[in-house]
């Protein structure tokens, strides 16, 4: 039986029935399960990773999430992590040994980048490539790793190409698919192995729950629960699954809005002669791969201020009163960020980012409020021609 992603969200898998009719799934907020006789014990703990032994291992409350999560990608199985890092972490941790070479395509968050530096001195190699997979591959390449949309610009990669190189290679390949959610693509119907999660941002949708996932085939899977989950230790709590699944409820329908509001805001930003671009798919209209790969688009955008700098994006942010200026992204609150500090433009420029782009978090308060705050910013730089 196939289900639509909004019965996925809502109903699947929560079975009331085994918990006194409880719409809602319990928190089996319990570190270990006791077992009546030795001899059970000693089966579940020889495949615990299919048994209730302890909660570094397998979770009631968890399991209902990340079978929900596999479903929804239209994967085989989910593990959950502490968090979006945990997850990415447990997948290089896993995969890669000594030797091994990691490819990376578009523009990767940072904590990302600096992880696989870290990993240099194991012994683990990497490059970036922006479109030119395949004259990149190496020969010890042994995971290609995406996002698409990119950090910071939104530009949207040809998943379907990607996974074909790979698969003529032996590859692996893995994106970090927080961007659009599950809603809004779906990465392992078009050819790729694993599909990971920041839980915190969209899928959480409240700010108040830290999380991740990564989602493929059972061998993979198992793979990274054995090696990347239990031994690194990156568990999420039974409480932050059930925080988690409430997000997942609301999924489908708070992604319309997010997209709604963000299109109205982009039509007022087409307005200010201050931006010189906006990067968001939606406005990738010449990109055929938009439309084939994906059926919607959040609240994440950018955009670049004419003549940025540190003084001048700083005096555009702190004009904002609905707008928080803070990290991540895709709750229900508005946020807004740039990735310039004082002495950064160079590396910035170097990276192809704009020292005067801005970030914003385009959140569930409404286009209009959300408009007469940027208002506030774009009249204050209007006072200054340029640093």
Not at 36 to 52: D, I, L
Not at 86 to 91: E, R
Not at 119 to 131: A, D, Q, V, W, Y
Request: charge should be negative.
């Amino acid at each position: 039986m196939s289900y639509t992603d909004e019965q996925i969200c809502t109903h699947s898998f929560d079975t009331p029935e085994k918990h006194h009719g409880a719409v809602s799934p319990p928190i089996y907020q319990t570190s270990l399960f006791a077992f009546e006789t030795f001899e059970a014990f000693t089966k579940a703990q020889s495949a615990e990773r299919e048994n209730y032994v302890y909660t570094r291992g397998v979770n009631p409350t968890t399991e209902i999430l990340e079978r929900k999560l596999a479903m929804l990608e239209r994967g085989e199985r989910c593990k959950c992590f502490g968090s979006g890092m945990g997850a990415i972490s447990s997948v290089f941790l896993s995969l890669l040994q000594k030797g091994d070479h990691v490819l990376f395509v578009n523009t990767i968050y940072g904590p990302t980048q600096e992880l696989v530096e870290h990993l240099n001195r194991f012994g683990i190699e990497h490059s970036f490539t922006g479109e030119e997979v395949e004259a990149d591959v190496q020969p010890n390449t042994k995971l290609i790793y995406v996002e698409s949309p990119g950090t910071m610009t939104m530009k949207v990669i040809d998943l379907k190409s990607i996974s074909t190189i790979a698969k003529q290679h032996g590859i692996i390949t893995a994106i970090d698919n927080t961007w659009s959610t599950p809603i809004f693509q779906k990465p392992l119907t078009l050819g790729f192995d694993l599909s990971i999660h920041s839980l915190t941002k969209y899928i959480g949708g409240h700010s108040d729950v830290v999380g991740g996932a990564v989602i493929g085939d059972e061998e993979l899977i198992d793979q990274i629960s054995k090696y990347g989950f239990q031994l690194n230790g990156s568990v999420m709590s039974p409480h932050d699954a059930s925080l988690i699944l409430r997000g997942l409820r609301t999924l489908p329908i708070r992604m319309k809005q997010h997209e709604y509001n963000t299109l109205q805001m982009i039509n007022y930003l087409k307005t200010k002669e201050e931006i010189t671009s906006i990067h968001h798919p939606s406005l990738q209209t010449d990109n055929p791969i938009v439309k084939e790969q994906m059926t919607g688009f959040s609240g994440l955008l950018s955009f670049e201020l004419k003549e940025g700098a540190f003084e001048k994006v700083a005096l555009f942010i702190n004009q904002m009163k609905v707008f928080k200026i803070g990290v991540s992204w895709g709750g229900y609150e508005s946020l807004i960020n740039a990735p310039i500090k004082r002495d950064n433009a160079s590396n910035l420029e170097a990276q192809g980012i704009s020292p005067g782009l801005v970030r914003l978090s385009i959140g569930l308060e409404g286009p209009d409020l959300l408009i007469a705050d940027l208002e506030k910013g774009f009249q204050a730089v209007q006072t200054i021609k340029s640093y």
